[in-house]
Every structure is written in structure tokens, then in C-alpha cells.
């Protein structure tokens, strides 16, 4: 999270996939280049007692003093392109380097696919670095619709190592909005579900297609077949959190057929007859019925017997329920009790959303 | 799916494993807590206030090498560190107060801001963890040292046609980068009608359908962004544009049989979420105070139309919703956290000799240290009736000596240097 690098993304330091020309010269300090004998490098300002020093490398230092010295003269050369790749190779968290090399590439009119490569190197290791994302977009919007088959393949091979890469999804979603590729997107999340219905970055990616695919025709036009995938997907793992939120999310705007359609109903009953984690089931019936869904006689039923002793003969089957998550789930059991003190005014809210439907 | 046989029913995916190996190497703790005798039990539970301490202080003196991937982050490293120290009501001493002063200065950038380190380009991040490393160390010279002037300059700088802001000059436009400029804004009291302009509405189509808040439009709902794009709307005033009762209920769910917090659905509990969803069920918590009418504050307001800037007629209502008195309301709600189980998490499967981490078998550092920390302080306190008075009789886990310092979690600074600055900045001149 904020300015969070973790652990173990901290990467061995070290000069890789250079060509061999650039290789044989980085064997030498950049002091004794030729070609850098007339850059004189800036120390950094650190002062004579700083708070968190680190204890750079002679390198480091080195390429960072000459980084300076380009930076402050902004010399937009070749010569201080190679030194960003340099500094980068050392710390691909500095944004400053960054964004001067991204000034460098424009004045030089660099290749972009060589750059593209560049950043390439950097993925696998820095795969959770705001910078290389970044620059990432940054490179592929300067390139336009051609690039979009690669970045969409790239991602994928994020994804094959680590499917909740969060800067690789948004990479993606940016991807597809900006140069297209659309076309697989919905069969992808398909396919990524299947290979673990607990990826909730999937699901995620999956109300992305579902709600932005220019070509599907939006939530209502899918409505139906999403909300049957979503029930499925429940009842082979009615424990999976994922697809009862994205069954709240297919009828965001729409409480009135939420609320009405006796799919979703059934649903709940059939979940809280077969002995699985009721809580999902219990949680989603109680929105229901906040937003005006009256629940019959055999869901009823279903509800109390979930736990039998707690049938209290109460009127008000809202209240049973938040009686029951009280127990069953601890964890909430304020937060449950507090949904109870508030039921009413909520039913009233619900109900007046209907209304104004 | 269709293909999904019914062997993929037992066969356990990827989530599912990672997450039960988890969950044994927690419970493995947890039982091996409940075999030993009480003493060595408390002893267990004990916050290592010497040992943190010297991994902190030791931070502020000397990094090793392989922290040059951290070299554009300095400024987080001393709030971190500092942060973490003033939770645990200790301070440096004159010198060291004095070098992180003279340091933190060397960051300011000419034309306003605070960058990664001496030299570099000004970062709303890094300003973020500036400003709150000198309000944290406090006094005349520290406060003195920021030039608001310069930093409202930097901010509109920043400003970007969304209505978020970038993070630096030709910097990502995110959450974060909300918060982070209206936080410092709103501390330095330079927050005003051109910088709040459309954050708003950015914040909330970042709002997803599980009801969390996502770091840009169409990503997935996650904690840290949740917290940055929950504080914001607070304290910017708009926070009844938010559906806070999906907010709610999505970031309820976060608290796992772990007791800590994840940071996304389906995936692993990690310490510093202590204090990214701690911190937002307090936010939460605190808003159900407000005037007492709690059912209106929370129910799905999708249909009402936009609540835009200021629009609320209600004087007494703005009032008590400015941040300085919602920090201040009291509350009558119970925590929506489980305060005690997320006291146990950080403490038995968080903290280690010096430090804390995200996990039981990853590493400690500064930054898990930090918001651990903070997430520890916002479960103590989580069910006091005011932001600064003692935590009731057993709400706190373990010794008294664990008793940390309140904070505000709006800004995550200790809530009297967070005083201290706010009466400093309230009586500087107007830009
Ligand atoms: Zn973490």
C-alpha cells in the first residue's frame, strides 16, 4: 500500500539483459568511461547527521551522483538514457528516474518497442512496483491499438504466477478500455474461475466485462446468464464469499427485481437446507427482506431451523435472522446486532426505493 | 464452469490451499497459546515495548544496504519509525529530533512538497509522510519548518482533470493520491473549495460493487484504498455520497478467522490491514455517532440525489461533521472490529523480537511495524466513548503496559500531537 515495498520484492542488484556492448562497458565505474569524463557527479544533499541513512553501495552512489548531475543540467542525451536503465536496475522505486527517462524517450523519439522490452526485464521481479506499471501505461498509450494483443498477453503471464496481481489487473482493465481486445475477455474470467472459484480478482474483472464490454450490451442484457453462472457458482462452494457479492452487484440498480426474482430465493433456501456455512445466505435473505421481500413459509421454516433453540416465536423474521448471525458468527456479533437495531428504518428506506422505481 | 466436474468440488484451489496452510500455521499459534500456563501466557501476549523500540531507533540510525530499493521513500521510513515510536508514548532524543528535522527539511522541494529524498521530485506520498513525521515530532521548529504556502501550490500542481490528483508530475492518478493531498491539506488547514472540487466524485466511482473502495475506476475493492477514499470523503464532507451501509458490510467481512484483517475477499490476512480496515471500522463506527440517527447515515442512498459539496443545508450537521468534531464525538456504537481477536493476531502472530510483520513466516519491517502498531492502538481505544479517553476495563488484550497512545485515524497521527498541530496550523496565516 502506501509507498509499501514488500520483502520479498526486494531485488538482488545487478545489471541483466543489457546487450553485451553495454555489459563490457558497466564492468567499468563511470568515472573511468571516457564518454563520462565531462559530467561532474552531485553528491546528495543529505546533510551532515541524517535520520535513516542507508549505506548505498559504491555503485549505487556512483550511478546516483552522475544521475544527478544529467538530472540537474537536464541533459536529455542517449548517454543519460543508458544512466536511468543503470539507476533503475538499482532501484526501480524511484520515480524521479522515471519520469526523467520518460522525458529522455520523448526528446530522443526512442523506439518504443525497445522500450517496452526494457521495462520487460523489470516485470518478473518488480511485479507490485507503482513506477514500472506506470511507465508501463504510459508506453502502451504512446503506442495505441497495436500493443493491446501484447499487454493482454503479458498479463496473462503475470497472472499465471499471481492471478490477484492488483497493478496487473488495472493494467488490464486500462488496456481494454484505451485499445480494445475485448473480444476473450468474458471466456478468460470463465477460465480463471475455473481454475479456482475463489479468485475474487476474477470476479471482480468479470463485473468489469459484464458492466464496460462495449459489445454485451450492459448488465441488463446479460443479467440473466450471469445471475445463473453466479448461482451455480454458489452451490459448488457455498462458502465462497466472491459470486454472493457479485450476485448483490448484478442488481446494484435493480433491488426490485433482486427482491423478486424466485431464483434467488431458492437459492437461499437451498443453501440453508444442505447444511453448509449459512451466514452468506442469512445475510443476503436479510437484505432482501430490508428492501421489501417477503420470505414464504418453507424459507421461514429453513431459517429457524438453523438453529432450532433460537426459534423465538418472533413475529419479525428479519429479526430471527440477525438473532442467528449473532450466534453463528462471532466475529460480526456487533455488527449483526447493530443491522437489528436498525432494521426498521431500513425497511422503510427499501421500501421507498421501490417506490421511486 | 460447465466443465468443472464434480472432482473439482473436493479438489481444493490455489486460495483455498494458501489459505488453510495459513490458517494451520495461525492456529498451531494459537494453540500452543492455550496450553501454556497464564503467566506465561500474559508474557506471550506482552507488547516487547524495549525490543520495538530499539529496532526503531536503530532504523533511524543506520539502514543497510539492501534498503537502496527504499531510497525514493525515506520520508515513510521516518514516519514509520517516528510514528511507531509516538504509539508506543516514547520520543528521540534532542539530537536525533533535531537531524530528522534538518533531514525531512532537505526533502522539501524549492517549489513546494516533499520528495522520495533530498533532490528528488516532489510526491504527494512522500509529502504525506513528511508533513505527518514533523507533526508527529511536534513543536515550534518542527511545524515552523513546513511551507504551506508552497505545498497549496504543489497541491494544485497536482490537481488532474478527473478531479483526483496525480502523485507528481506526470504521476499515476489514484486514491491514494486523494488522500494523501487532502490529508495534508486538511492538517494544514490550506484545504479549500479548488482542491476539494470533483475529489468527490472521483472517490466515488471508485466505489465497486462489493461495496469497498478501489484504487482506481473498475478494480477490485481493496483496504488500503478503502481507508485512503473513506478518510477523504470524511474529510472533504461528503461521505454520505458513499453507499456506507455496502461499505459496511464489505469491510466487516475483512476480519477473518484469523482475527486480522485481509486486505481483498479470498485472500490472506496481513498484519498492516490491522489499521487500513481497523482504521476505516472506527471511521465507520464514528459516523453512526453522528446525532444519533444512524439509520439514515447508512442506508443505501443510491437513489437520493448527489449530497454535492456543502449542499447540506443543516448548519449543526456540517458542524459536527467537520473533522476536528467528528474526531471528537462521542460514540455510543459498539466497535464494528473484533477488538480482542485483532489484538491477539498483531500480538501473538504479528509482533516478533523487535518489529512486526504481515504474516507468521514473513519478516518483520518498518512499514508492517507502523501500521500494525496503529491498527493495535485503533483496537484498544476501539471501545472508548471518546477518541482520547482511557480504553474500558477489558477491551484492552494483555498487560496495561500495551496500552498504546490514541490516534486519530483520520490522518494516523497521535492524537495529541495531532492537537498540537491543528491549533498551530488554525492560528498561522491564511495563504
Ligand atoms: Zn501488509
Redesign the interface.
Known sequence: ?????D?????I?GVDGMDSDEDERQLLPLSQRPEWSDVTP?P????P?????????EE?TEI?GYF?AV??ADERSLRALHLTAEAIN???????VW?FR?LILEALNADLHEELGFVEQHASKNSKN?QL??HR??LVEKMGTEAAVGELEFTKKIFLND??N?HA??HR?WVL?NLGGWEDELAYC?EL?????????A??QR??VIT?HPGLGGIEATLDSEVN?TI??IL??PE???PW??L???Y??N?QSFVTNPKISTLCLNVLTSKVNPVFAL?LLLDLISNGFEPNKDLKNAIEAVIPESNSQNSDISVTICAILEIID??????W??RK??L???VA??V??LH?? | ?E??SSA??WKP????EEQWTLEGQVFHIYRMFCDIPPNSQSAMLELQRDSHMEYLVK????????????????P???YW?LHSIALLGESVDV??EH??I??IS?CQDQHGGY???????P?L??T??AVNSLITLGGHKSLASIDRGKIYSFLRRMKHTSGGFS??????VDV?ACY?AISVASVLNILDEELVQGVGNYILSCQ????GIA??P???????YTF?GLATMILINEVNRLNL??L???L??R???EGGFQ?????LVDG?YSF?QGGAAVLIQRL?AVTGS???E???D??SPDQGEGQQSDDELNSSSSPVNFIKRHTK????L?SQ?LQQYILLCSQVEGGFRDKPG??R?H?HTCYCLSGLAVAQYSWSKDADSAPLPGSLLGPYSNLLEPVNPLHNIVLEQYNEAREFFSSASTL
Not at chain 1, 462471532?330 to 455488527?335: A, G, L, S
Request: charged share 20%; glycine share 10%.
Open positions: 500500500m502506501l509507498g509499501r515495498i520483502r520479498g520484492e526486494v531485488r542488484i552531485v546528495q544533499n543529505d546533510g547527521n541524517p535520520v535513516v541513512p542507508i549505506a548505498y553501495s549505487f546516483m544527478r538530472y540537474l538499482f532501484n526501480a522505486g524511484n520515480y524521479t519520469q520518460r507503482y506499471w506506470h501505461r504510459w492471478a490477484k492488483y489487473w488495472s482493465q478500455q470463465n474461475l475455473e481454475d479456482d472459484i475463489f479468485n475474487n480478482s470476479w471482480n463485473y468489469f464496460s453462472y451455480k457458482s459448488i462452494k465462497n464469499e466472491s457479492r457479485y448483490r452487484g448484478l446494484k440498480n433491488m445475510s462471532q466475529m460480526r456479533v456487533n455488527y446486532r447493530w437495531n436498525n426498521h428504518s431500513q428506506e427499501g421507498a426505493n421511486i422505481h | 464452469m466443465s468443472s473439482a468440488d484451489t490455489i486460495s483455498q532504523g533511524l540510525r543506520h539502514l543497510g544496504p539492501s534498503f537502496s530499493v527504499l531510497d525514493a521513500n525515506r515513510w521510513i521516518c519509525i539530537a536525533l537531524n530528522a534538518d533531514f532537505r520528495g522520495g529524498g533530498p533532490g528528488q521530485m510526491h506520498a512522500t504525506y509522510a502523485m507528481h508530475d506526470g504521476g499515476e491514494r494523501t465497486t460493487y462489493e461495496g484504487g482506481e473498475g478494480s477490485e475493492a481493496h483496504g488500503g485512503c451501509a455496502s459496511t458490510d464489505w466487516v467481512f476480519q477473518g478467522i486486505g481483498r475477499t479470498n485472500k498492516c487500513w453512526h444512524t439509520s439514515s447508512l442506508s443505501d443510491e437513489d456504537t459498539e466497535p464494528l473484533q481477536a514473513k519478516s519491517d512499514y
